[in-house]
């Protein structure tokens, strides 16, 4: 599911400058971008030829092609008029506007004066409600990968999250008001569509699954799981067909996310708990999920998906501590952040029947977490960065005893936690490893969203 990023690329330098200096520069810039692993496909470059024929060509030669962002590379000098008329054509694209440095010819620095161009540039394309990223190379130091990774990253996740479906079984799961949305808004700002359809329906599809398919699964799960006790036969069947039911669903739709009325739908129709099938759907395929019909944090989790190529699992707060919080989860984590091997706990929670909670551990280290969501009309993306750490030996109330160490990390945050719990957006929040919040960042400055980080 997460394809390679393709670019478009049109170099740009002052119709006196020699072209020499212009194409080499320019093919430096585009062997670069591939350098990075990103896919190229160019125009000619473009000078100022005062009847705009080079510029026209450029466009025209660019204009069938298939690109997720337009490199506006500026090699030297060149009148703004000839690059606004160039890119105008691609004004729906997001752009990044890269100035190039100059070089040394044997013991003196030579300069085609390209921040000249962006600096001209900058505000205009702002003026003209162009989306862009503005970044310099700087005299002396190497090019800047990152950067341009970040909007390249970006770029690709704004593209697809335009044609992204995903899956809700139900709604409103215990009546909860912070999971709800806005579908209007929501694919205006976003792009994001989210189909409901019945859970009823994935009853009717477990119904129809076969017992070699059963079995198989089944076999799966006895070679590639640890259990802590041996599940009842029931349990086994039902985590194979509802995860079937899930699987048919989701390729029938071609859905990237999925989420699911848990505790008053599945649980309280199926009288199991669905955390098994969950986590057979994550040892199968690489999709993101979410329980308890949590729009907004499925959101998050797609945005999260393309930006970084992680799977991105949800946590919720447990407590809050000195420095961070305990964060874990009551049910399942998707295979990519397990430490170690899957260990099943076949377990009963209140008055549901038993199902196969997940009690794997969390992989630790730096990591990122983040919600999207709306109030009042107005998005707002909210990140902390922290250390985690294995968890102390806790466990929820409620669990048939010896209650399971549910998965959990606790997190130290950069920030301390007064601003963050101030500031929280709900009960959901969605991690990724690493500091991702520069990509957030720049996914919000693209979209027009409101970013905060405690």
């Not at 477990?206 to 009842?232: A, C, G, R």
């Not at 997190?411 to 929280?424: K, T």
Request: hydrophobic residues 40%; contains cysteine; negative net charge.
């Amino acid at each position: 599911m997460y394809k390679k990023i393709r670019a478009g690329f049109i170099g740009f330098g002052e119709v006196n400058t020699p072209m020499e200096i212009i194409e080499n520069r320019t093919n430096e810039a585009k062997n670069f971008l591939t350098s990075l692993g990103l896919e190229v496909v160019s125009s000619t470059p473009v000078t100022d030829s005062p009847d705009g024929s080079c510029a026209d060509r450029a466009s025209k030669e660019l204009s069938g092609a298939d690109f997720d962002f337009l490199v506006v590379c500026l090699v030297g000098w060149i009148p703004t008029w000839a690059v606004i008329r160039t890119i105008s054509p691609f004004k729906d694209k997001p752009m990044l506007l890269w100035g190039l440095t100059g070089g040394y010819e044997d013991d003196r620095f030579v300069t085609a004066a390209a921040q000249a161009g962006t600096t001209a540039l900058r505000k205009p394309m702002k003026d003209m409600k162009f989306r862009f990223k503005y970044i310099v190379d700087i005299l002396g130091e190497k090019m800047s990968s990152e950067k341009i990774l970040s909007f390249a990253r970006v770029a690709y996740t704004e593209r697809q999250l335009k044609t992204s479906l995903v899956g809700m079984a139900g709604y409103r799961d215990m009546r909860l008001y912070g999971t709800l949305y806005d579908a209007i808004s929501l694919k205006e700002k976003v792009g994001i569509e989210i189909e409901h359809f019945e859970t009823m329906e994935l009853g009717l599809y477990m119904k129809e699954v076969s017992d070699q398919e059963i079995h198989k699964l089944i076999d799966y799960m006895k070679d590639n799981w640890i259990f802590t006790k041996e599940p009842q036969k029931e349990t086994l069947h039902n985590t194979a067909k509802l995860y079937l039911a899930f699987k048919r669903k989701i390729e029938e739709r071609k859905y990237v996310g999925v989420s699911y009325n848990d505790v008053d739908g599945i649980k309280k129709l199926m009288k199991f708990a669905p955390a098994g099938a969950l986590t057979l759907l994550h040892d199968k395929m690489k999709i993101c999920s979410i329980p308890e019909n949590d729009s907004m944090g499925l959101v998050t989790q797609i945005i999260t998906y393309f930006l970084t190529g992680q799977i991105p699992a949800y946590l919720e707060f447990y407590e809050f501590t000195k420095k961070g919080a305990l964060m874990g989860v009551p049910d399942y984590i998707p295979a990519d952040i397990v430490d170690g091997k899957t260990t099943i706990l076949p377990n009963a929670f209140g008055s549901f029947g038993e199902g196969l909670l997940n009690v794997s551990k969390i992989k630790t280290g730096r990591m990122t977490i983040a919600r999207l969501d709306i109030s009042a009309g107005e998005y707002l993306f909210h990140t902390t960065v922290g250390n985690s750490r294995a968890p102390l030996k806790w466990e929820e109330a409620g669990w048939a005893q010896p209650a399971p160490q549910l998965p959990s990390v606790e997190v130290d945050f950069d920030f301390g936690n007064e601003n963050f719990i101030q500031n929280v957006l709900g009960q959901h929040y969605i991690i990724s490893y690493g500091d991702t919040t520069k990509d957030y960042k720049t996914f919000c400055e693209l979209l027009n969203i409101k970013y905060q980080q405690d």
